[in-house]
């Protein structure tokens, strides 16, 4: 009997045994199935994952691209502004001088034949002028980022004498001079002056001081305008006037973009700073000197050939 009974348990565990097998066996198969289930799903997040990297790295020049663009069309838009304001500042003059002729002409108060044709030729003069400013400046534009100078030939440039240039102004505004009683003396020692300059823009720098100088002063006054060779062959312009003068403090800034006489100023200070950046263009300085009372005296130091500018400036006397 106990015999039978301990049998009976063998098999029984036995068979417990054989189940259990059976059981881990399928378990392990499950289980088998549900890691290579979570490997493909961690595949399936890692190749998300790249992919969301991949778009965000695109986003990221995508945006980049699109700031470069905004800021290339905001410079290109600021660029396009200040060329209108320098323009509109330097047509203005010509344009004033140019009314002041055909008034003249368009009223019939000159009886003079040759009178007459002198003040036609002014006139054709000054738009050749306005021509020669819109394509200095277009030339500029496409050419800024050029060499210096002194490195090589630049758009626009040539020999030219600088003393016919300072003549013609003068005698541009001679008619606007005369009726404030405002005379304009050129003086040198020299038959020519020769320079290797843009004969447009140093035109606009002894326009613009010479208007500057006439705009502010009061009823009778003098404008000397002093050309002569300095040391090492090179070019000393000053333009002095006795007028009114300015502040010790003011005169220091003059040539700052934006800085105006006068509340009324309506060229938005833009004179006196297109002569500095004409001037410097030409590897040369420009400075000023003036005081309350005792008028304005600006000189300018030039190289009459393409050479590196000057490191100092000398200390002229007035």
């Known amino acids: 009997m106990v015999k039978l009974v301990l049998t009976a348990a063998i098999v029984l565990l036995s068979a417990v045994c054989i189940i259990l097998i059976f059981a881990n066996r399928k378990l392990s198969?499950?289980?088998?199935?549900?890691?290579?289930?979570?490997?493909?799903?961690?595949?399936?997040?890692?190749?998300?994952?790249?992919?969301?990297?991949?778009?965000?790295?695109?986003?990221?020049?995508?945006?980049?691209?699109?700031?470069?663009?905004?800021?290339?069309?905001?410079?290109?838009?600021?660029?396009?502004?200040?060329?209108?304001?320098?323009?509109?500042?330097?047509?203005?003059?010509?344009?004033?001088?140019?009314?002041?002729?055909?008034?003249?002409?368009?009223?019939?108060?000159?009886?003079?034949?040759?009178?007459?044709?002198?003040?036609?030729?002014?006139?054709?003069?000054?738009?050749?002028?306005?021509?020669?400013?819109?394509?200095?400046?277009?030339?500029?534009?496409?050419?800024?980022?050029?060499?210096?100078?002194?490195?090589?030939?630049?758009a626009g440039y040539s020999y030219c004498d600088i003393l016919e240039i300072i003549r013609d102004v003068a005698d541009e505004f001679k008619m606007i001079s005369e009726r404030k009683s405002i005379e304009i003396i050129v003086s040198t020692n020299e038959e020519q002056i020769n320079m290797y300059c843009d004969p447009v823009k140093m035109r606009q720098v002894i326009t613009n001081l010479v208007n500057n100088s006439v705009k502010y002063m009061e009823k009778e006054g003098t404008i000397q305008i002093v050309a002569a060779y300095s040391e090492k062959n090179e070019i000393t312009l000053i333009v002095r006037d006795n007028g009114n003068g300015l502040a010790k403090e003011k005169a220091a800034s003059v040539f700052e973009y934006g800085t105006q006489f006068h509340s009324r100023d309506d060229n938005h200070g833009l004179g006196l700073y297109i002569c500095k950046e004409n001037v410097q263009e030409h590897g040369g300085e420009i400075w000023c000197k003036s005081d309350v009372g005792k008028g304005m005296t600006t000189y300018i130091l030039l190289p009459s050939k393409p050479q590196q500018k000057q490191d100092k400036s000398p200390d002229f006397q007035n």
């Open 29 to 154: 198969g499950e289980l088998e199935k549900s890691r290579e289930k979570g490997r493909m799903l961690l595949g399936e997040k890692e190749k998300t994952e790249e992919e969301n990297k991949s778009l965000r790295k695109k986003n990221e020049i995508t945006m980049q691209h699109m700031s470069a663009v905004e800021k290339e069309n905001s410079e290109s838009i600021m660029w396009g502004m200040e060329l209108i304001r320098k323009l509109s500042h330097e047509l203005k003059m010509p344009m004033s001088i140019i009314k002041g002729y055909a008034d003249i002409l368009t009223d019939n108060l000159l009886e003079d034949e040759e009178q007459r044709n002198e003040y036609l030729e002014k006139i054709k003069t000054k738009v050749d002028f306005m021509d020669g400013v819109i394509t200095s400046y277009v030339n500029s534009s496409a050419t800024e980022k050029e060499s210096p100078v002194k490195e090589g030939i630049k």
